[in-house]
T-cell receptor, first 117, second 114 residues
Framework: AQKVTQAQTEISVVEKEDVTLDCVYE???????LFWYKQPPSGELVFLIR??????QNEISGRYSWNFQKSTSSFNFTITASQVVDSAVYFC??????????????FGTGTRLQVTL | GAGVSQSPSNKVTEKGKDVELRCDPI?????LYWYRQRLGQGLEFLIY????????KSGLPSDRFSAERTGESVSTLTIQRTQQEDSAVYLC????????????FGEGSRLTVL
């Protein structure tokens, strides 16, 4: 069975602080994909990133960066110089396989990030 | 429309009544998914459509839940004899293929069963 754990339920930071959202996963699949989605107050989930299990290179996109470590089964997400617009619930997700089941995402319970002025 | 559209956005019903939730995916997206999000919890997978077929309906919690998709477009999730534990936000998502994991979500239908 697949499982995604986001131990941080809620994080509050002041604008311009850096913040890291943790994600730990469990899977027996040798090939799998990891994702982060953002759910702003409007409610609509927005795709942020997908990584496959063969690619452990860290990725940076603007103020966002992701640290994938297979050895610790973690896929952490860092926001640098946070802004109020970053306030949202962030979900880490996991899927397995290539076709069909690759789309059956298992989501964590989410981390609510509150950025204040 | 440009995005995934769901209706109704809010539905309050009495225990025992049937409800239908509708999803209009992004035009041309072949894959369609239903997820359920209970308050304070993550998203639970319910069912997945590829075209009009449902290769994976393993997440449907009971036989009171059913879903169909027609014309490789609109999908309807039906909950019969609703129970209070069915209260949740029901999210629909679509994807241009079935194996990218990049899902485009609607804003959800919030169901409250009294």
């Amino acid at each position: 069975a697949q499982k995604v754990t986001q131990a941080q339920t809620e994080i509050s930071v002041v604008e311009k602080e850096d913040v890291t959202l943790d994600c730990v996963y469990e899977t027996r699949d040798t090939t799998y994909y990891l994702f982060w989605y953002k759910q702003p107050p409007s409610g609509e989930l927005v795709f942020l990133i997908r990584r496959n299990s063969f690619d452990e290179q860290n990725e940076i996109s603007g103020r966002y960066s992701w640290n994938f470590q297979k050895s610790t089964s973690s896929f952490n997400f860092t926001i640098t110089a946070s802004q109020v617009v970053d306030s949202a619930v962030y979900f880490c997700a996991l899927s397995g396989g290539f076709t069909g089941t690759a789309s059956k995402l298992t989501f964590g319970t989410g981390t609510r990030l509150q950025v204040t002025l | 429309g440009a995005g995934v559209s769901q209706s109704p956005s809010n539905k309050v019903t009495e225990k025992g009544k049937d409800v239908e939730l509708r999803c209009d995916p992004i035009s041309g997206h072949t894959a369609l998914y239903w997820y359920r999000q209970r308050l304070g919890q993550g998203l639970e997978f319910l069912i997945y459509f590829q075209g009009n077929s449902a290769p994976d309906k393993s997440g449907l919690p009971s036989d009171r839940f059913s879903a169909e998709r027609t014309g490789e477009s609109v999908s309807t999730l039906t909950i019969q004899r609703t129970q209070q534990e069915d209260s949740a936000v029901y999210l629909c998502a679509s994807s241009p293929t079935s194996n990218t994991g990049e899902l485009f979500f609607g804003e959800g239908s919030r169901l409250t069963v009294l």
